[in-house]
């Protein structure tokens, strides 16, 4: 069981509070891109054995979306950060770099 | 080298190794070690990449392949399954494929002369609202025109089929009716794929366990080979039959997947006596259960709502899922429930496989099974073979290609497993 710090209304809770909503930080194709670029950013997906970033809901809270950064190899969570930013903050990237220079990570 | 053909299994000789206390038996297949070079090599020795294997020796001559598995064979998936054998899918590609595959399964302990214990004992998938029974209506209406038989069962002969279905019209979702597939049913997961490796190995195929892939070596856009936890290998042809683990593989070989890979989860009853004889799927609560051949009622999950790697699953899942089948089958509700484990299925944008060429020369991909691949494990096998035999997918393979993706031919079987996951 995940538990998640909802950095918008601050709530901490079980991961049953909470709603996945994929990959962050993709990047719309287009207008005017090609099939296979418009396809890739509707499906392609990066899907790491290790480090990922991705969207969440607090569908059971406040409702807001936000990021957070987990492990999919242990579950580990990285931290957490508010959805209206194309880029996780540095202290969470410093924080996943110390767990891959410890091996806990890929 | 081709291997020595091994003995047949059959009754006499069970009789005559009795008389050796059983201590005779040859082994069922080899363990050699990787040769510098294969025309074609298979990586994950799950059934369906044994199954590619088997097909590439005995339907197209090629029997120079290894097929390399970093554990043991058969120990992903296809050891993790539920064992739910059934073609009753609506999209025509979907039933062409998964039919091939059901029907090759009911003559497959005898091609590949080792029980495989396929049990067509009846699928019966519950309609448990009005909207899903218009939904398997129309899935049955669409079976009978793919000449794949199925019957609508109204509320009374789900009772007949299955006693221990709670069909009380007053059930939070009462039951009213079902999609009744007869020949569909279960096969003994882990024979499967043991029955394909020794009838693979049999025709010359090197099984190499132990064997991580770690690298895909190109040249030109073309494959070359694979770096492995044991040497290099050089390949003419490489399938990628990895399930849950296909992204990581295409990663090495420098293209990208629309997969997530997500935790399924499993688990056993202590074993009681015969109550089930059926395969029941239930959608709308979302469970599955069948009997297996010890007693244990052997009851599917739902998948994690977020990718992993971890080969468990959240627990919240598996209270949800008994939660469900108590309301289905009220007998059930003092059962302790014996073991629980997971597996790492790889769900695809439309919930439909890939069988598939790549953008790099000589690569093919088998996967996005997802949650329901166990059943189509002779039929990928027989159409993946083909299609890397030939360079070019066969009939049955060909709208599972990676490019529907970008030219927007989904295939919609967002019920791949009947349960929506
Ligand atoms: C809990 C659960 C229940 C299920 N229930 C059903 C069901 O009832 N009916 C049904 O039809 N389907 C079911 N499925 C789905 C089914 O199990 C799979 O679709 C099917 O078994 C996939 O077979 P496979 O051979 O493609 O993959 P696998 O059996 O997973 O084989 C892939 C192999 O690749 C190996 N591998 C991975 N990476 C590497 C590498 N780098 N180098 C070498 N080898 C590698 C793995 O070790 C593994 O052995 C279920 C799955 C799960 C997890
Ligand atoms: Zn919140």
Redesign the interface.
């Known amino acids: 069981?995940l538990l998640i710090d909802c950095p918008c209304c601050g709530v901490s809770g079980e991961?049953?509070e909470f709603?996945?909503g994929?990959e962050a930080h993709i990047v719309r194709a287009g207008p005017g891109s090609s099939?296979?670029d418009?396809?890739?950013y509707?499906?392609?997906?990066?899907?790491?054995?290790g480090v990922?970033f991705?969207r969440w809901r607090h569908a059971f809270g406040c409702g807001k979306w936000f990021h957070m950064v987990?492990s999919?190899?242990?579950?580990e969570v990285f931290g957490v950060y508010k959805a209206d930013v194309t880029s996780p903050p540095q202290d969470i990237l410093d924080r996943v770099e110390a767990a891959r220079a410890e091996g806990r990570v890929k | 080298m081709a291997a020595k053909r091994k003995p047949r299994y059959s009754i006499f000789s069970l009789a005559r190794n009795s008389m050796s206390h059983h201590q005779g038996w040859e082994k069922a297949w080899r363990s050699p070690d990787p040769k510098p070079e294969y025309d074609v090599v298979i990586v994950g020795a799950g059934g369906h990449g044994l199954a590619t294997a088997y097909y590439l020796a005995k339907n197209h001559g090629i029997t120079n392949i290894a097929v390399v598995e970093k554990g043991w064979l058969g120990g992903g998936n296809t050891g993790r399954n539920t064992t739910i054998i059934r073609s009753n899918y609506l999209q025509d590609s979907s039933a062409a494929l998964f039919e091939l595959s059901r029907s090759l399964f009911e003559t497959l302990s005898q091609e590949l002369n080792y029980n495989i214990m396929f049990s067509p004992r009846g699928v019966l998938m519950l309609a448990q609202t009005e909207h899903e029974k218009r939904a398997w209506q129309r899935t049955h209406h669409a079976t009978r025109l793919n000449n794949i038989y199925t019957e609508w069962a109204d509320t009374k002969r789900v009772k007949e089929i299955c006693p221990i279905i709670n069909t009380d019209p007053g059930a939070r979702f009462p039951v009213l009716g079902g999609l009744w597939q007869p020949r569909g049913g279960t096969a003994r997961h882990d024979a499967v794929a043991w029955g394909y490796a020794r009838a693979a190995d049999d025709l010359g195929v090197d099984v190499i366990q132990n064997c991580e892939v770690l690298g895909i070596d190109r040249e030109g856009g073309k494959v070359t080979g694979v770096q492995t936890t044991r040497g290099a290998i050089k390949c003419g042809k490489l399938g990628i039959v990895v399930a849950g683990?296909t992204?990581?593989l295409t990663d090495m070989a420098g293209f990208?997947?629309?997969?997530?890979?997500v935790p399924l989860q499993a688990l056993v009853s202590e074993p009681i006596k015969p109550c089930l004889d059926i395969v029941v799927m239930a959608n709308t609560v979302h469970g599955y259960m069948s009997q297996s051949d010890k007693g244990e009622l052997v009851i599917g999950g739902g998948t994690d709502?977020?990718?992993?790697?971890?080969q468990r699953g959240?627990?919240?899942h598996v209270e949800e899922t008994v939660t469900a089948l108590v309301e289905t089958f009220p007998i059930i509700s003092r059962l302790r429930m014996l073991r629980q484990w997971g597996g790492i299925v790889d769900i695809?944008?439309d919930r439909s496989p890939i069988i598939s060429k790549t953008p790099v020369d000589g690569v093919f991909v088998n996967c996005g099974w997802g949650t329901g691949g166990f059943k189509a494990t002779c039929g990928s096998g027989h159409c993946f073979a083909a299609t890397i035999a030939k360079g070019e997918p066969d009939a049955v393979a060909a709208p599972f290609s990676l490019d529907r993706?970008?030219?927007g031919r989904m295939i919609d079987e967002s019920v791949a497993a009947a349960v929506a996951h």
């Not at chain 1, 999919?72 to 579950?75: A, D, K, Y």
């Not at chain 2, 990208?256 to 890979?261: H, V």
């Not at chain 2, 709502?305 to 971890?310: D, E, L, M, V």
């Open positions: 069981m991961e049953t709603a996945a994929g099939d296979a418009f396809a890739s509707l499906f392609d997906r990066k899907n790491p054995r990922h991705e987990r999919t190899q242990t579950l | 683990n992204t990581r990208r997947m629309p997969l997530e890979s709502g977020y990718n992993a790697y971890t959240s627990f919240q695809t944008g993706f970008s030219e």
